[in-house]
């Protein structure tokens, strides 16, 4: 199917074809307007502007009395405007140049999120089928321009709302931290997030809200989740409900700036045991690379010795690998470990007593420098 912005490029491809017809006939074109029964001066430039594309939209009728004037035919055009017509509608560009507009100041890679979610989305369900009352058969129907952008705008408000949730939900994650088992953060969050939906929901009707809330309680103590927390989470999403509330983005369409400003995006909102968990890898792959910078400041530091004995690059590359292990030891299981883990090396080595000056220089560093040694993040249980 042709693009819309391929129109005005048609459009000329049209004229060409209508002038080549025209001069295929031996006509002028002040002869052509004649023949088309054209009076006044005004007509030939309408005829100019149709051969060269510049002829905005002409009609059906104008373009048949072109080719009748030239004894020419539709076949004659056929192909054009096949293609013509294979456009998308104006409606549908007109809409999709309306979406893209608010969404301009994203990056692309947002900006295309959004035009698949439209794809995906231009039509709804609505009226019944068949045209027969006791059938409830809903068809498809398109959605307006207006109603297009209106749904844009309410799922990056949505998104929002939810980055401003997932927050405060991560936040009793952090506060809770080991307290609250890795394998029941999810059924925890889910439970915040109950309660926040039944707030939405229910504004102006406290009746409602009561029932609402009173469900979700009852649904926390049937999956077995600890009060304490099940209160904490509720807490974060009230929280949540009321900043909202505050900033007068509850019902919220964001408008061009909003968007533009606060970097709404597209994307599914990453949710709070995901981004607990992320956070604790992200503490982990740290702490081992300060780690192995740890080791390695100290294995360089007895090189430069083990240079000034003159011994072979073989022997100083084993010696590193084994200042590097002898740090691991020390490391995961202490110090006198460490050392008794060295005597039991030191006699099967290839160079015994330069085994043990490694040994003892290294432990020396480790001994001076633990206290530089970074803090492991605690395991989650």
Request: charged residues 35%; positive net charge.
């Amino acid at each position: 199917m042709a693009d819309a912005q391929d129109r005005p490029g048609i459009q000329k491809e049209l004229g060409l074809r209508l002038a080549e017809l025209r001069r295929r006939a031996g006509l002028k074109q002040t002869e052509l307007a004649q023949r088309m029964g054209l009076v006044g001066r005004r007509n030939q430039p309408a005829i100019s502007r149709l051969e060269t594309g510049d002829f905005d939209r002409p009609s059906i009728n104008f373009i048949a009395d072109f080719l009748r004037a030239c004894r020419a035919g539709f076949g004659d055009i056929q192909d054009i405007l096949d293609k013509y017509t294979s456009l998308v509608p104006v409606a549908e560009v007109e809409a999709r140049e309306a979406v893209a507009k608010v969404v301009e100041h994203l990056p692309q890679e947002a900006r295309a999120a959004v035009a698949k979610y439209e794809a995906g989305t231009a039509r709804t369900m609505s009226g019944r089928a068949g045209g027969e009352p006791e059938r409830r058969v809903k068809v498809k129907r398109e959605l307006t321009r207006e109603e297009r952008v209106r749904r844009v705008r309410r799922m990056l408000g949505h998104q929002y709302q939810n980055t401003v949730l997932e927050e405060k939900l991560l936040g009793v994650l952090k506060e809770l931290g080991k307290a609250l088992p890795v394998s029941e953060r999810r059924e925890a969050c889910e439970h915040g997030r109950r309660v926040f939906s039944a707030l939405v929901r229910s504004q102006g009707n406290e009746v409602r809200r009561a029932v609402r809330l009173n469900k979700a309680r009852l649904r926390a103590e049937e999956e077995g989740i600890d009060p304490e927390v099940a209160e904490k989470m509720a807490q974060a999403a009230t929280e949540a409900f009321n900043q909202l509330e505050k900033e007068g983005r509850i019902d919220w369409l964001p408008s061009n700036a909003d968007i533009a400003a606060l970097r709404l995006s597209p994307f599914k909102v990453m949710r709070a045991e995901v981004l607990a968990d992320i956070g604790r890898v992200r503490a982990e792959d740290a702490y081992w690379k300060k780690r192995e910078q740890f080791k390695v400041l100290i294995a360089l530091t007895v090189n430069p010795k083990l240079e000034a004995m003159r011994l072979d690059s073989d022997t100083r590359s084993r010696q590193y690998m084994w200042a590097m292990r002898l740090l691991d030891s020390a490391i995961d299981r202490g110090l006198e470990a460490a050392r008794a883990e060295a005597e039991q090396v030191i006699p099967k080595s290839r160079a015994p007593e330069i085994t043990r000056f490694v040994t003892e220089e290294t432990l020396k560093l480790f001994e001076d420098r633990k206290h530089k040694l970074p803090q492991r993040p605690p395991r989650p249980e």
